[in-house]
């Protein structure tokens, strides 16, 4: 199983073990708040060592400027895990095809060897019939 990347949502992952969650690795969730009468603030919650930590952005204009980036930097995670999701794709299309193709090399040099008069010797070693004619192989 492939390291997932950098946007792995709750913890890394190697070779499909999950990690302790350190300061490091942290779950960020974005959220608009409405504390007294009509105004909103915009909060940041991260999860550090295991627990969680609410930031205060603010409210008005740089809330929603940070609002914009952290939806920015959520595309751009998707479009980077698609793009990843693509490459895998096609690597395992393309391991599947270099298989396929291995196993019908070695079936034809099997046979070919088997048509100048080899034979397997043991499993594990080609041979030369003794006495072998492959003219008269081809005439019976």
């Not at 205060?56 to 939806?71: N, S, T, V």
Request: charged share 30%.
């Amino acid at each position: 199983m492939p390291v997932r990347p950098y946007f792995a949502p709750f913890y890394w992952t190697v070779l499909g073990k999950r990690k302790k969650r350190s300061a490091t690795t942290w779950r960020i969730t974005l959220s608009w708040d409405k504390k007294r009468g009509e105004r909103q603030y915009y909060y940041k919650s991260q999860r550090v060592d295991g627990k969680p930590v609410k930031i205060y952005i603010g409210p008005g204009k740089k809330g929603a400027e940070a609002e914009r980036q952290d939806q920015e930097r959520r595309l751009q995670q998707q479009r980077d895990r698609q793009h990843w999701e693509t490459i895998l794709f096609q690597v395992d299309q393309a391991t599947c095809h270099t298989t396929e193709l291995a196993s019908l090399v070695t079936l034809l040099y099997k046979t070919l060897l088997i048509s100048c008069g080899y034979y397997l010797h043991k499993g594990h070693e080609w041979r030369m019939r003794k006495n072998y004619d492959g003219a008269n192989q081809n005439t019976q």
